[in-house]
């Protein structure tokens, strides 16, 4: 994360809301997840909080939520069904904290990418000959031309 990112993140107001309501999601999620039991899956909804730190907060946040969605998971899976062998639900785990994982770094980068953007963006404006005029040239822009409609 570049130093002005880094900056910009922990001084947003939002940062702890998104940290408290992306726990409660997880939490939430989790309980939905082991009450409907193993059948349904339910990787979309862990999805959501991982989403919303990876982009709102950083990387090194989202791999936090992607541990900890798969140890949630992890937890429900060995709490709701019986495997044949004990190391696969951590092999499961692992496999999805990759997938968490991979969505933190596409995340990321699609975040980096639209600062980029914003930031050449904000500098072909400022740069852009009507946005140096000001709003004070506009006026008398009108004026004139409503000065020759009426010598017309």
């Known amino acids: 994360m570049k130093k002005d990112q880094q900056q910009s993140a922990t001084r947003d107001p ?23 039991g193993f ?22 946040a989202g791999f ?11 937890i429900v899976d060995v709490q709701s069904q019986a495997y044949t062998h004990p190391l696969i639900p951590y092999w499961n785990a692992f496999v999805r904290f990759c997938f968490f994982s ?13 600062e980029s953007i914003q930031e050449v963006m904000r500098e072909v404006i400022s740069r852009s000959p009507h946005h140096s005029k000001g709003a ?5 822009d009108s004026q004139v031309g409503h000065t020759e409609r009426a010598q017309q």
């Open 14 to 36: 939002h940062r702890w809301w998104n940290l408290v309501s992306s726990l409660c999601l997880v939490g939430i999620v989790g309980v939905l997840d082991y009450a409907t």
């Open 39 to 60: 059948e349904i899956s339910f990787s979309l909804f862990y999805l959501i909080p991982i989403l919303i730190i990876g982009w709102n907060i950083g990387k090194r």
């Open 64 to 74: 936090g939520f992607a541990v900890l969605c798969a140890v949630v998971w992890l």
């Open 102 to 114: 991979t969505v933190v770094l596409l995340v990321r980068q699609r975040r980096e990418s639209y």
């Open 136 to 140: 004070a040239q506009q006026p008398q």
